[in-house]
């Protein structure tokens, strides 16, 4: 096995969040379905921006922002995803790398600029996303680096990645190797919507345990195993992943593995502002956690104080030393 | 006299804000001068960034800043100002339209990239800038539109376009034709080493009255009089000026106008976060008084609750309606 040099390596949609209040109102005439996350094109992207307020442009992604977490929390991250060799994808670069994270894919030349996503601030903190993968499409198997995958602990993979043409090869692959190597590979679900797109396959990652471990929300879990019943849909995924966690929002997460079931409640807030990033930052403190051999209600309380940080600011990714909060919370890494 | 289209015009730098968080030692190990604003060259800039962390880009450029505020109290605005047509251009274009600002100058087809500040927000809450112009150096005296000027009750120019080579040129020519109309024209001091570039010059304009009001804050009323005392200069400033506004932080603002003093204290905040904006919005309120007829000390606290909004979170834009926020202080415009 090769030594170990990265905690948590993360694969994912590189995407730029250009994040904006917006009222229930402006949902409603945008037709967007308010808390989920629709894919859009170019013209469309044009024409949201067009219509939306003055905005903030932050960068984001889904497992971009789990593995930024993850370094905040002073484990060891590395990235793999595709911008565009543009101010945006400069941007996410920079911003990438000043967080602590190791990231080499190199941006594409040309092509679409780089990916983004269009968010809609509630005044009730929800966040509404539209997503114009733009350069994102050109991740390739190729840009999925070997030696990198076998070093790291933990491989992190979004469910978003079946959406470019060719990321879902780049994901089996990453996940051949990690195994092959001794890993672990985790998946989150992304989003109910994504499940709807890929619900068989994601069933098969889960029950071939291409996957060790899962995150999915209440939503995401239902639409996998199309009931409406959240407890029949978790005895579904008890019986088929090795591991899964399950978010809950303020009701907090509860992990599963064999018999065994730990609840663990969410982290006391303030004021909800944006929950933008609320499931990324959890599975980042779940996934550090978990890297550096802690149980699972231990992982969790993590996963829980990142998700608490991040939903109390604009923008899913944290604002303060990850690792400060966990030490100040008795939960030292 | 041409009908009145805007309550203020603003002429300034346009610029894109790109804001992280900074420790006192991060301003002392790249030799910045905290609180201040310094100009930089490209590859400054991209040392800078280089060195600092994660960020957000904000639109900001004080006197955009400034006129953004003014359409938020619902007053009329229009700005005057040069991007290039990139993408930060397009967020800048974007966001000031999106406030419901008119914003009609053609963005540079070629030549630098827009604009773009480094600010560094130190854990007190003050911020650091650096600034690289790119695109704004090219505003000319061609892009302001004399209907446009002529139809603004007030024009507004920040000290800093003394800065790019052509736009003191259209500074002028603004000037010109605002009192040819019958109309006020307003100057920011921008900062104290901009005063201490232009000293003579901003002298000049106060004393022969191509500016009708003024706006500094006690550090630059110091560096324009040269005197580290402010009652001192404050008494200079009275003498030259027809009316003045110098700012004071949290001991609030005085407007001075001939033998006449109005003291306004500052607006009670809960915790500052984010200097940025500070004087900016303070003009917003100030401007969109005088604009609408009211008196002086009503106008200063329309400038005073705006500046304790924008210092309360990251970025120089307004993130609630002023124009609601000085209805529930009693202040409806």
């Given amino acids: 096995m090769p030594d170990l040099k990265y905690d948590v390596l993360g694969i994912g949609n590189a995407i730029v969040d250009v994040i ?27 024409a949201i921006y067009e219509a ?6 932050v960068s984001g992604g889904s497992a971009a922002n789990t593995i930024v977490g993850v370094a905040g929390f002073g484990a060891r991250a590395a990235f793999i995803g595709k911008v565009k060799d543009d101010e945006l994808g400069q941007a996410f670069a920079h911003d990438i790398r000043a967080a602590g994270v190791a990231f080499d894919t190199p941006p594409a030349a040309d092509g679409p600029s780089t990916g983004r996503c269009y968010v809609m601030v509630t005044p009730d903190g929800e966040r509404t996303m539209n997503t114009f993968l733009g350069a994102a499409q050109d991740l390739h198997p190729a840009d999925v680096d070997p030696d990198a995958i076998a070093a790291a602990a933990i491989t992190y993979l979004e469910g978003y990645l079946w959406d470019p043409p060719h990321a879902k090869e780049a994901f089996r692959k990453a996940a051949k190797i990690a195994h092959e190597a001794g890993r672990k590979v985790a998946l989150t679900l992304s989003d109910a919507f994504c499940v709807d797109r890929y619900r068989a396959e994601f069933v098969d990652l889960i029950r071939n345990r291409t996957v060790d471990l899962v995150f999915a929300n209440e939503s995401e879990l239902k639409s996998l195993y199309e009931t409406a019943d959240f407890d029949t849909a978790l005895a579904a995924l008890r019986q088929q992943a090795a591991l899964a966690v399950v978010t809950r929002s303020e009701k907090g997460c509860v992990v599963v593995s064999g018999n065994d079931t730990v609840a663990v409640p969410a982290a006391p807030i303030e004021k909800l502002v944006d929950a933008t990033g609320a499931g990324d930052l959890f599975a980042a403190g779940f996934l550090t956690g978990l890297a550096r051999g802690r149980d699972h209600q231990t992982a969790a309380r993590l996963g829980a104080l990142a998700a608490a940080e991040v939903i ?20 030292a890494l």
């Fill in 20 to 46: 904006a209040r917006a009222g229930d109102d402006f949902l409603v005439r945008q037709k967007m379905n308010k808390g989920t996350m629709a894919l859009i094109d170019e013209a469309r992207a044009g």
């Fill in 52 to 57: 939306m307020g003055p905005a903030v442009e």
């Fill in 312 to 331: 109390q600011h604009i923008g899913a990714r944290p604002e303060v030393s990850l690792k400060e909060l966990a030490a100040q919370n008795g939960l």
